[in-house]
């Protein structure tokens, strides 16, 4: 392996680290703002549910490559 390679790899490995923070990030701040308006029933359990599919729908298309 040379210094190109291993540089890459390693930039490869943040730059996969924040876009799923960023994805993270995005996807509790949709969750809180879809809730805002609801007075009753559980507000965790939509952000959740949004998350996990988003989640699966990541690791299908991670197959898919």
Known sequence: MNAN???NMVV?????KL???GVNAGMDAVGKRMNRGKED???MTDTAE???????TMRMMRRLR
């Open 41 to 43: 029933g559980p507000k």
């Open 12 to 16: 490869r490995i943040v730059m996969r």
């Open 5 to 7: 390679q291993i540089v």
């Open 50 to 56: 949004t998350g996990k599919r988003a989640k699966q």
């Open 19 to 21: 876009m799923r923070s």
